[in-house]
């Protein structure tokens, strides 16, 4: 008698033939998106670039060190160095909550995260106007006691956090969510706290993704314009950031000095460009064996 033998039951797929395209469709696609990054971003660069060194060096470097310029880069430097840390433990907490927990009202804070991305920086700013200006909800109250958030820099500090604090978040919470329960799980059941768990095992395992998170975070905060300009008031020397500036000059004709410190904006968010392309030549195992698990 001779027996048959069947496939078994939980025999593998046999593997997808990877798509095909012709070398004509290739070389398209590829055109198209060169194009379109030469276009709207390589071009835009270094026209700033030009324009900011037409004039020399001399007038580039007193663009720069002028008063009021100093004080609007000293001014950016502060909100994010402020704005970026109250971000960092913000998306640590949201992320691991949402990673690693299940609660009633998940959902609501998954959204509640998400809404500066669909929220004009305009409004986001208007808010801070309605709770904390003259005529607000708490500005009446806060008024007596010297306390000034409009116009002011605790106002901006507070409209750049509004805007850029999904970034650390929205970049921890798909890696959390991908690497699971378990490993915390099993330091838990071999006696670890809460603590010795997040800083021994979860940290660890996201270290690369906060590391981009808080790079994208600074680079947004540097660059905020909308809702900065809204509870800035726009007052040289004091509540101008770096974008404010560039306007003011920009309005008043000074050309040579608007596009100066718009390099300066611009470099800085090059050297976060860089930071994070070099970070993932040189640690680019050691991040997707991260994310593999």
């Known amino acids: 008698m001779i027996a048959t033998v069947t496939p078994a039951a939980n025999a593998l797929p046999a593997p997808r033939r990877a798509t095909r395209e012709g070398q004509g469709v290739r070389w398209l696609l ?23 060194l037409r004039a020399g060096w001399d007038t580039y470097v007193a663009a720069i060190l002028e008063p009021d310029a100093l004080a609007a880069i000293r001014l950016t430097l502060l909100v994010a160095a402020i704005a970026v840390p109250v971000n960092l433990v913000f998306g640590l907490c949201a992320s691991w909550a949402i990673a690693k927990f299940d609660f009633p009202g998940k959902s609501v804070l ?7 991305f669909s929220v004009s920086p305009v409004i986001s700013g208007l808010v801070w106007v309605l709770l904390f200006g003259t005529s607000g909800l708490l ?7 010297g306390i000034k958030i409009v ?9 750049t956090i509004f805007v850029t604090f999904p970034f650390i978040a929205r970049e921890l919470i798909p890696l ?4 699971g329960r378990e490993a915390e799980e099993a330091a838990v ?13 979860t940290l660890p395992n996201v270290k690369w993704g906060l590391l981009y998170g808080v790079l994208l975070c600074n680079a947004r905060a540097m660059g905020e314009f909308g809702a900065v300009s809204v509870v800035s008031g726009h007052i040289r020397g004091l509540t101008n950031t770096m974008p404010l500036h560039i306007e003011i000059l920009y309005n008043e004709y000074q050309s040579a ?15 976060t460009l860089v930071i994070k392309t070099v970070l993932e030549w040189r640690y680019g195992a050691e991040l997707a064996a991260t994310r593999r698990h």
């Open 110 to 116: 998954i959204t509640l995260i998400d809404l500066p």
């Open 151 to 159: 116009f002011a820099v605790p106002g901006i500090v507070l409209a």
């Open 30 to 52: 590829t055109t198209i998106a060169v194009l379109f990054l030469l276009g709207f971003l390589v071009l835009p660069l270094i026209a700033v670039f030009v324009e900011a």
């Open 257 to 271: 000095a608007a596009f100066a410190v718009a390099s300066l904006l611009a470099l800085l968010g090059l050297v």
């Open 189 to 201: 059941s071999l006696g670890a706290s809460g603590w010795q768990t997040f800083r021994l095992v």
């Open 139 to 145: 500005g009446p109250f806060l008024a007596p006691l």
């Open 176 to 179: 959390m969510a991908e690497q």
